[in-house]
């Protein structure tokens, strides 16, 4: 039996969606907790342990088990130190780019957890790993596995336990109609909707990006077919705006943004977080960006600000998404009618989860295939279906084992 008051807790990741991820699951275990006779659900801005170097707290970055588990127990000491309560539900993110890597660095933190907890005392821990793809976790209580990180044979047989396996079309993410909504009504976005003509239809191009290695790559041939397409979309009467994301490489970034000057009408805004000083323009941090427009793109985010998502706030709007990213789960579940564009390069062999998400995306009616989008029916028309929010299924799912416990 738990506490009036369950909190929880995450393991730090350097990857900006999985910290979306962790915070759209725990939102929605506050809404859960309200409507079952359960304990109060909170959790606060201060959620994630650090690790002592300041990055992902990894197994496979270590010698063995014990040195892991040694600095596990260190950044926890230090979490415990300031706070109060003790959680009740530890969540892990997969790190998808660590490749077969990823399942047992997320099994091995949740067993380190475990021993930490009943080294120290603490009582009962749940443990939970998020969009995660097939293993025997031996250490996890509660697993995400979206449908598209594993093949049909595979998953029936997840299925087989369900009292540990959650499967899911999509994934969690932390986004919703209402802070789209939130996000559109800031002063700066709206200098954003002064720059578009009225009461046109919007075309949002949401651009992903490369990973390391060369599994997906963002080349400038393919996005010179997008910007095609995007030309002929805006001489169709659309409004256009393109936005790139932190894994858009910088010389694609470069590509549209002069683009979009030489045609005067078509949008470009940087959403990726700016070098800010020599030593990040220098450190071959890809993520980063380090391009040719850095002045312009300092002015442009004093001006208006981060535009994403507050722009897909506006009426009668695509979002069309480089189906590298899972982002395209978060407009198709919010209600924003979404496109998925596969004019990225991408190794079918080593990320078939991108190839299956787009497949299944589309074939469930959630969106259309971008090749076959040609601006004739506007996006309010395309009568696309509303994704099944995961994190509301996913949080009902920890729910429901809290109150076994």
Not at 5 to 28: C, R, Y
Not at 126 to 133: D, E, L, Q, R, Y
Not at 162 to 172: L, N
Request: hydrophobic share 40%; charged share 25%; glycine share 6%.
């Amino acid at each position: 039996m738990f506490e009036k008051m369950v909190t929880a807790f995450a393991l730090s990741t350097p990857n900006v969606g999985e910290q979306n991820q962790i915070k759209g699951l725990f939102a929605w275990m506050v809404k859960g907790c309200r409507k079952r006779p359960l304990a109060c659900f909170a959790f606060n801005w201060d959620m994630f342990v650090q690790s002592v170097n300041g990055h992902s707290l990894r197994l496979s970055d270590y010698a063995d088990y014990q040195d892991f588990e040694a600095d596990v127990f260190s950044c926890l000491d230090a979490y415990f130190s300031r706070h109060l309560w003790t959680p009740r539900i530890f969540v892990t993110a997969y790190t998808q780019g660590e490749n077969e890597k990823a399942a047992p660095n997320a099994d091995a933190s949740c067993q380190a957890i475990k021993a930490y907890y009943q080294q120290r005392r603490l009582g009962t821990v749940i443990t939970v790993i998020m969009t995660a793809g097939a293993y025997d976790y031996q250490w996890a209580d509660i697993v995400n596995i979206p449908r598209h990180m594993v093949d049909d044979d595979m998953r029936k047989a997840l299925e087989q336990k369900p009292e540990k396996f959650f499967a899911s079309i999509g994934i969690i993410h932390n986004m919703t109609k209402t802070f789209i909504r939130q996000k559109f009504g800031q002063k700066r976005l709206q200098k954003v909707v002064g720059l578009l003509a009225p009461d046109r239809p919007n075309i949002v191009f949401c651009l992903g990006g490369r990973t390391n290695g060369d599994d997906i790559v963002f080349s400038l041939q393919n996005a010179a077919k997008i910007w095609e397409k995007a030309v002929a979309l805006e001489r169709k009467g659309y409004n256009v705006v393109f936005v790139n994301g932190h894994r858009t490489p910088d010389d694609v970034c470069d590509y549209f943004y002069e683009q979009s000057l030489k045609h005067g009408k078509i949008r470009f805004f940087n959403a990726k977080r700016i070098a800010a000083d020599d030593v990040e323009r220098i450190s071959g941090n890809w993520r980063i960006y380090s391009g040719k427009y850095m002045e312009d793109f300092y002015r442009q985010q004093k001006e208006y600000g981060n535009v994403y998502p507050g722009i897909l706030g506006l009426k009668n709007t695509l979002a069309v998404h480089t189906f590298d990213s899972f982002a395209s789960c978060e407009t198709a579940s919010s209600g924003v009618p979404t496109a998925i564009c596969r004019d990225v390069d991408i190794n079918r062999q080593t990320r078939p989860d991108c190839y299956r998400l787009a497949e299944q995306l589309i074939g469930g009616g959630y969106a259309v295939d971008f090749a076959d989008f040609d601006g004739n029916t506007e996006p309010l028309l395309l009568n696309l279906k509303k994704l099944p929010s995961v994190n509301k299924l996913f949080a009902d799912k920890v729910a429901e084992f809290i109150c076994k416990k």
